[in-house]
């Protein structure tokens, strides 16, 4: 059984004084880039864009400490992976068909397709939407396999129409997850490469003579495969920068504390830097959640890193009532929001920023991980003010459409001559009105 350890947990009270400046410290990240980071990201893509294969291979040796002679080896050959998706343990081989399935389903409601409307003059407008020619998948590997975050980017991809997706995963000492090979083949990876780190990310960037470069990258890895997506984005669409993981859950007290208690865990397992709150009016319940914590932590695998992930931004907090819950939820926009309540309609209506809602005391925020559906990609650190989950939108690509008759030319013409003088550019003007001044 791990060592329980110590665990002082943070109890706030939205009545207390001090509470508006306490919010604000246990939301602030304080993660700034490090100057260290930063310098071996960016030699790491100058070398890999001016050397290709040379220098991928150098670090791919390097860094998981293997011995490739040619980059030809990175490849994970299409009939590797199928073989990994039919030798597979058969009860989790249908799981993620399971998951697949259902991921792939909810997807299929996203896609957005072409529209065109004409005016009575017959001028055409409208919009062309394309997906993207070819897409790069980051799946993180070495410490543990994510499965799952192979079937979340690369599904919504092949909903899009995307023409090629290619599949990077790092293979420390020579080894590869079977199960992560199993969910590219059930997801439909057109090519993977065992190749992880900032240097995979400059390979998909730009493109060695192995690795094709792609239009876009996606999926999560450490700090220097955040960092790289950062400085290589401009020459290639991401997703988005990911932080920790983080679970706001709002309770009126009435749900299992044991239950809330592990959701609380099930975001806080992630690291050290995940952060799990707790909101609830009821004093007592609160109680009843802390006590569950300590209670059921000593049994958990990952208890140490849990909670040092309470310890450093976890927090209880005693909110007035649930409409106060709501106003709080609303600052923290977090990536997962739980509303463990008995009518969970009415407050998710006037949740502005989160995510992923999770509604009732039924549903645990871990079924939208693996298999609920919806995408759990989802925006961190405060940014699902302005942002969204990863989705078929994210591959797809939209082209205006604008298409004139003389009339139309004649109408629009003039709106735009006079507009363009009035910002001072006459050619505009000029452009706009040769079209219809030559038939007058």
Same mark, same amino acid.
């Given at each position: 059984?791990?060592?329980?350890?110590?665990?002082?947990?943070?109890?706030?009270?939205?009545?207390?004084?001090?509470?508006?400046?306490?919010?604000?410290?246990?939301?602030?990240?304080?993660?700034?880039?490090?100057?260290?980071? @930063?310098?071996?990201?960016?030699?790491?893509?100058?070398?890999?864009?001016?050397?290709?294969?040379?220098?991928?291979?150098?670090?791919?040796?390097?860094?998981?400490?293997?011995?490739?002679?040619?980059?030809?080896?990175?490849?994970?050959?299409?009939?590797?992976?199928?073989?990994?998706?039919?030798?597979?343990?058969?009860?989790?081989?249908?799981?993620?068909?399971?998951?697949?399935?259902?991921?792939?389903?909810?997807?299929?409601?996203?896609?957005?397709?072409?529209?065109?409307?004409?005016?009575?003059?017959?001028?055409?407008?409208?919009?062309?939407?394309?997906?993207?020619?070819?897409?790069?998948?980051?799946?993180?590997?070495?410490?543990?396999?994510?499965?799952?975050?192979?079937?979340?980017?690369?599904?919504?991809?092949?909903?899009?129409?995307?023409?090629?997706?290619?599949?990077?995963?790092?293979?420390?000492? @020579?080894?590869?997850?079977?199960?992560?090979?199993?969910?590219?083949?059930?997801?439909?990876?057109?090519?993977?490469?065992?190749?992880?780190?900032?240097?995979?990310?400059?390979?998909?960037?730009?493109?060695?003579?192995?690795?094709?470069?792609?239009?876009?990258?996606?999926?999560?890895?450490?700090?220097?495969?955040?960092?790289?997506?950062?400085?290589?984005?401009?020459?290639?669409?991401?997703?988005?920068?990911?932080?920790?993981?983080?679970?706001?859950?709002?309770?009126?007290?009435?749900?299992?504390?044991?239950?809330?208690?592990?959701?609380?865990?099930?975001?806080?397992?992630?690291?050290?830097?995940?952060?799990?709150?707790?909101?609830?009016?009821?004093?007592?319940?609160?109680?009843?959640?802390?006590?569950?914590?300590?209670?059921?932590?000593?049994?958990?695998?990952?208890?140490?890193?849990?909670?040092?992930?309470?310890?450093?931004?976890?927090?209880?907090?005693?909110?007035?009532?649930?409409?106060?819950?709501?106003?709080?939820?609303?600052?923290?926009?977090?990536?997962?929001?739980?509303?463990?309540?008995?009518?969970?309609?009415?407050?998710?209506?006037?949740?502005?920023?989160?995510?992923?809602?999770?509604?009732?005391?039924?549903?645990?925020?871990?079924?939208?991980?693996?298999?609920?559906?919806?995408?759990?990609?989802?925006?961190?650190?405060?940014?699902?003010?302005?942002?969204?989950?990863?989705?078929?939108?994210?591959?797809?690509?939209?082209?205006?459409?604008?298409?004139?008759?003389?009339?139309?030319?004649?109408?629009?013409?003039?709106?735009?001559?006079?507009?363009?003088?009035?910002?001072?550019?006459?050619?505009?003007?000029?452009?706009?009105?040769?079209?219809?001044?030559?038939?007058?």
């Amino acid at each position: 059984m791990p060592a329980t350890g110590t665990l002082t947990l943070r109890r706030l009270r939205t009545r207390d004084a001090g509470f508006q400046p306490a919010l604000a410290a246990l939301l602030e990240r304080g993660t700034p880039a490090d100057d260290a980071v @930063d310098a071996a990201v960016r030699d790491i893509i100058q070398q890999v864009r001016a050397r290709g294969d040379e220098a991928l291979i150098e670090y791919t040796n390097r860094f998981d400490r293997r011995r490739l002679k040619e980059a030809a080896a990175l490849e994970i050959p299409g009939p590797r992976l199928a073989q990994a998706r039919t030798t597979l343990n058969p009860d989790l081989r249908t799981a993620l068909e399971s998951a697949a399935a259902r991921i792939r389903a909810y997807h299929e409601r996203q896609r957005q397709e072409s529209w065109t409307y004409t005016e009575a003059d017959g001028t055409v407008l409208g919009q062309q939407v394309t997906p993207l020619d070819r897409v790069g998948v980051y799946v993180p590997g070495g410490r543990a396999a994510y499965p799952s975050s192979v079937l979340m980017n690369v599904i919504p991809a092949k909903v899009a129409g995307v023409g090629e997706i290619i599949m990077t995963v790092p293979a420390p000492d @020579d080894a590869l997850e079977p199960v992560v090979l199993a969910a590219a083949a059930i997801a439909g990876v057109d090519r993977a490469f065992t190749a992880g780190g900032a240097q995979a990310i400059a390979a998909l960037a730009y493109g060695t003579e192995t690795i094709p470069r792609v239009d876009k990258i996606v999926g999560p890895g450490n700090a220097y495969v955040a960092r790289a997506k950062a400085m290589v984005f401009g020459d290639v669409g991401i997703d988005m920068i990911a932080g920790p993981s983080e679970i706001l859950v709002i309770c009126d007290g009435r749900t299992d504390a044991g239950w809330i208690a592990m959701d609380l865990f099930s975001q806080a397992e992630h690291d050290e830097e995940a952060q799990a709150i707790l909101l609830s009016p009821d004093a007592a319940f609160l109680d009843a959640v802390e006590a569950g914590i300590h209670r059921l932590l000593p049994d958990q695998p990952r208890a140490a890193i849990i909670r040092q992930s309470l310890a450093q931004r976890g927090a209880l907090i005693e909110v007035r009532d649930l409409d106060e819950a709501v106003e709080i939820a609303n600052v923290i926009a977090p990536e997962h929001l739980e509303l463990s309540v008995e009518d969970p309609a009415p407050l998710a209506g006037r949740i502005r920023h989160a995510g992923a809602i999770f509604l009732g005391r039924h549903v645990s925020e871990a079924l939208g991980d693996y298999c609920a559906g919806p995408n759990h990609v989802l925006p961190t650190s405060r940014t699902a003010r302005f942002s969204s989950p990863l989705g078929v939108y994210d591959f797809q690509k939209r082209t205006s459409l604008i298409q004139c008759t003389p009339a139309g030319a004649g109408r629009l013409g003039r709106l735009a001559a006079a507009l363009a003088r009035a910002e001072g550019l006459p050619a505009h003007a000029a452009s706009a009105e040769y079209r219809f001044k030559s038939s007058e």
